[in-house]
Structures are given as C-alpha cells and as structure tokens.
C-alpha cells in the first residue's frame, strides 16, 4: 500500500542547509545544528515521500515536526517545494512573522504547532487514527528527536498507537545523541533505543539518517495499511555538514559570527 | 449532569458523525451508552490524560469534534499545556470535560478535587468555558454551545437529579441567568454549589432579607455586561463557588467591579486554604469552607451588617 509522494524536482539536503546556514545568520539565532541534522530526512520526506498534492489538501499526508526547534529546515524545505516564497522565507524571526524557530499551523504547509517537547507523537497518533476514521490512506509522519523520548506524554502516545495498530503512523527519531545540557548517553540514557520501541509493539527500522535513499527506500518498504506502526531510528550527526559544530553541545543554542557563516558555507558548497 | 451529558451527546452523535467521544479510563456506569452505540466512535485511552488531549487535537484537525471525558482535575491540570500548545492555540474544536467540581468527589480525597480548574481555564482567551448549575443547565448548555468553533472546557458535576429552583435549564452564553430577584443582596455563583446558595436565599427570605441570585454559567465568554448591570445596583454582593476564590466567579465579578469603577463590595465566598489531610463528604467539606447553605446565611447576615454599620 505505497503511497506516491507528489512528484517534483528533487530536494538537495544541500540546498537545505544552505537555507538553514542563511536564515540563521541574517536572523542572528541558534538552533542551526538540530536542524542541520535533519537535512537529509526532510530531503526525503519532501522530495520522495510525503503525498502532498496541495498544503490545503484535506487527504494530504500529515508532518509534524515534534522537535519544532528545527522548524528552520521545514521552512527550507516548504521553499523549495515551492509552497513559501522567498519574500516570506526572509521574514524568519523578524517581527509579525509566521515563521519562528518553532512551526505554526497559521503558516500554510505546517500542519500543527510544536515547540514543547514530547507532544508532537500524540498529535500525529490523532491524525493517523483520524485517516482510519476516514478510510483514507494518507500516512501521518512524526519527526521526534532523541532527547525527547525523555518526556513520559512521547511513551503514551507509543503505547496508544501500538494499541490502535495505527501502521498509517510513522516515527522518525533524529537520533544524533544531543540534547540541550549535554549528550544523551549522559543526560539521561536512551539505549537501547530500538529495543525499547520494539518492546512497546512498533515496528522498528534502524537507517543512516544522512542517506536519503536509504530513508526513502525504508519507508517505501513499510506496510502502512494494516499492523504495527512504524519507528525509524535515524542515526544522524548534530550539526551535519559543518565540521565545527558537529556533535558540539555549543551549537544547539549558539549563533553563528561572520567567520564561522563562511567557513560554513565553504563547507556545505565543497559537500557533494 | 454527567447522565445528562451523555444522554446529550448521544443525541447529538445520531445526527452528527463528527463527534467522538474519548475517555481516560473513567466514565464506568455513566458512559455506556455511547460506547454501546457508537463503539467505533468510543474509545478509552486508558489512564493517559496529556495523550487523550494530544489525541483530539490531531483528530480535531481532521474535521472530528472530539469530546475528552474525565474527572474535573485530572482533565484539567495534567494536560493542562497539551490543551493550550494544541486546541487553544491551533484553535481546534476539542472539547475537555471535566467531571466534579469542587468538593463533588469528597471521600476520594484531596487529590480529586478540583478547586483551581475553572481558574486555569478561565486565563485563556482562546477557551469557552462553561460550568453549568444543574442538569437541566448542563444539557441546554451543551446542545447550545456543542458546534461552536475552537476548544470548550465543560466542568460538570456528578449530579444528575437535584434542580436549580429558578433555573429552569435556562442557559445562554454570555449571559448570567437570574435565578431570584430581591432588594437587598446580590449573590453570584457557579456550578452545583448553585443548590446551597438557592437554599441559602430561601432561609435569608425567611429572616426578611432579599437576594438577586444569578448563575454564572457562561465563565468564558464573561457575561460582563450583564454582571456590570447587576453590580450596579447592589453595594454588596457575594460570589459563592466551590473553587478557590482566585480565578473563578470571585476573580471575575472582582475585575468587572474595579474596570467598571462600581462601588459594589465583594466578598468572595470560596476555598480560601489547601485541603489538609482529612476528607468527608461533599456537605462536610462545604460547610467545613463555608459553602454549606448554613454558612453562607451567616456570611450573608454578617456581611449586611457590616455593610449598615460602614454606611
């Protein structure tokens, strides 16, 4: 029961991040490294898999981007599909925009608000049963990040959804290890991550969440009309593509200086 | 009222498909009804309130209307930022019910009551609230206000056969509904406890005193004007609530009383202290809170003379 993303061009990760290093830097915040880890799973999300034919598409697919401080490269994203224009991309962070570090539903193309850890998978556990309700096929996707599985509310809705056998739902963990303070081995211990899922009753796939192929050809493999729902742990590296801030706690939070912008950019343009 | 609600809602879910009705695992002998004819619009999520509230909110967003049933301060305070983060401010039609206000689950203990949800729920814009008087109110309530646009928080209380004398299922949001009419006392309340304080008039009339008693049903949207009109005519008033007396009727007759710059003295009959240890019945705890009908006689009387003595 494979669901056809709406064909475009390709996304590149590579524009993503370019977007990202950017509008980071005009709008002088941080956040750039939570969402240079997710560059290549929303390259695939958008560019292969999600069926979107319209943001307004009652049927469409459902994102919810539960680790909403990575909004950034969701907008990226919503630029290239065409769906923001860059007139409106540029307003990230100023004043009256509806484009802050963490997504609104007011803006076209985010399908519901987050920002507070651990509330995006109930949501996205409501619209996959809602499409059941519905008999419809559209999927719901939910990108989680690593550190959230701290929160007890993300355990609920695992539990709820293995229940409810919501197979049209589908997990991503932005598994790069970091939280806010400090690593997550650290912190508060996550290991082992897909064993505790696959003990709540989900079906678990481990994938290189820098590989978009890998991630497309993943989640077109999954069966999204009957069993389980479904968990990829995606294995990524914080701050992905800039050597200095990768896996560095200092980039969850820091902006970039002028130096650094350019040594990032260098970087990211010498990236195949 | 929680009979009567699902008594309502069931009525409203023949002709309405969109309506769901979610539980976190309370409800036993009260909502069988729905679940027995609509089990596939039934569903209990188990003792897992922020996920029960997360859940209708992705749900909501999908067009459905879903109703989120469970004790007053359960429902109210654990989820309480899933409801702001999700139906408040993506402004989704999920509907909290809360179930026992006040002292309404009293031997349970202090963990059960719900003595600050009203207040909580009254602090955000994007939320109707309504805490209905009787049964009778409740299901007027509910049929009035079931289709508005955005979230709703219903308190309800378990009381499904005491009636509001003066009531009569009266209900209309935005507006308080008058219940008695006198000269010399304004008394406003809320919620079941509206029973003690018609009892408590009743016995005021005995002794020669007159009260205007009116239900405050409709918390959010505030019946201001019509609370300003009243206000206006009275140099004292009353506000009875099984609530603490911040954040509910108290706060809110408090604030139209200072913007409106009337010359009306309120005096805030409500729960002015944590529960301590023990527990009772609901009538125990009342009147321990001064909310018996009893009590509220010699608040009443008290405060009159006051008021002839500062005058």
Redo the contacts between chains.
């Keep these: 029961m494979e669901r056809e993303a709406v064909q475009g061009p390709p996304l590149s990760s590579r524009q993503i991040r370019r977007i990202v290093l950017d509008q980071s830097k005009r709008a002088h915040v941080g956040h750039i490294g939570s969402a240079l880890s997710i560059a290549e799973i929303m390259a695939a999300l958008y560019g292969h898999v999600l069926h979107i034919p319209d943001p307004g598409d009652?049927d469409r697919d459902?994102f919810v981007l539960s680790k909403g401080h990575a909004a950034l490269a969701v907008y990226a994203a919503l630029h290239l599909k065409g769906w923001l224009t860059a007139e409106k991309l540029n307003t990230f962070c100023a004043d009256g925009s509806l484009l802050g570090v963490h997504p609104e539903?007011a803006l076209r193309g985010v399908?519901?608000?987050?920002?507070?850890l651990?509330?995006g998978?109930?949501?996205?556990?409501?619209?996959?049963?809602?499409?059941r309700?519905?008999h419809s096929r559209r999927r719901?996707f939910v990108l989680v990040s690593d550190a959230e599985c701290n929160e007890?509310?993300l355990w609920?809705?695992v539990?709820?959804a293995a229940?409810h056998r919501l197979a049209n739902l589908i997990a991503i963990i932005d598994m790069n290890g970091q939280q806010a303070f400090g690593y997550t081995d650290q912190v508060l211990s996550l290991t082992p991550m897909a064993a505790r899922w696959r003990a709540f009753g989900w079906d678990v796939q481990e994938v290189n969440g820098h590989d978009v192929a890998a991630i497309t050809e993943t989640i077109a493999g999954l069966e999204t009309a009957s069993g389980p729902p479904h968990v990829l742990v995606a294995h990524t590296v914080f701050g992905k593509g800039v050597s200095y801030m990768e896996r560095q706690i200092k980039w969850h939070y820091w902006p970039m200086s002028d130096a650094e912008y350019r040594q990032a950019l260098d970087e990211i343009d010498a990236t195949p | 009222m929680r009979g009567a609600f699902t008594k309502t809602l069931v009525e409203l879910a023949e002709r309405e498909p969109r309506i769901?009705l979610l539980t976190g695992d309370l409800g036993y002998t009260v909502l069988e009804p729905f679940a027995e004819r609509f089990p596939?619009?039934f569903?209990n999520?188990?003792v897992?309130e922020?996920?029960l509230?997360?859940?209708?909110?992705?749900?909501?967003?999908?067009?459905?209307l879903?109703f989120c049933y469970s004790i007053a301060t359960f429902i109210s305070l654990r989820p309480y930022?899933?409801i702001r983060?999700?139906p408040i401010?993506?402004r989704l039609p999920v509907r909290i019910v809360g179930v026992g206000g006040g002292f309404e689950y009293g031997p349970a203990g202090a963990t059960h009551y719900a003595l600050e949800d009203v207040g909580i729920m009254r602090l955000q814009p994007g939320l109707t609230v309504i805490a209905p008087a009787d049964h009778e109110q409740a299901r007027t309530a509910v049929l009035a206000t079931w289709e508005r646009p955005g979230p709703i928080y219903y308190r309800l209380g378990k009381d499904d056969r005491t009636v509001v004398t003066g009531l009569g299922g009266r209900f209309e949001l935005g507006r308080i509904q008058l219940i008695h009419e006198g000269a010399h006392l304004l008394i406003l309340t809320m919620g079941s406890i509206a029973s003690e304080v018609a009892s408590a008039a009743a016995a005021l009339a005995d002794r020669g005193i007159s009260c205007t008693v009116a239900v405050v049903a409709s918390v959010n949207p505030a019946p201001v004007e019509d609370l300003a009109a009243l206000l206006a005519r009275f140099p004292l008033a009353l506000t009875v609530e099984a609530h603490y007396v911040s954040g509910a009727v108290g706060s809110l007759v408090s604030e139209v009383v200072a913007e409106r710059g009337l010359g009306c003295r309120v005096v805030r009959c409500g729960v002015r202290t944590t529960p301590g240890g023990t527990s009772g019945s609901q009538g125990y705890l009342h009147h321990s809170h001064g909310l018996s009908s009893n009590a509220l006689v010699q608040t009443a009387l008290k405060e009159l003379e006051v008021q002839r003595a500062s005058t």
């Design positions: 009652p459902r539903h399908d519901f608000s987050t920002g507070s651990g509330h998978l109930s949501m996205g556990a409501g619209a996959a049963l809602a499409a309700l519905r719901v007890g509310s609920e809705a539990m709820f229940h | 769901l596939n619009r569903f999520v188990g897992a922020q996920n509230v997360g859940v209708a909110t992705g749900l909501a967003e999908a067009g459905f879903p930022e899933f983060n999700g401010l993506q």
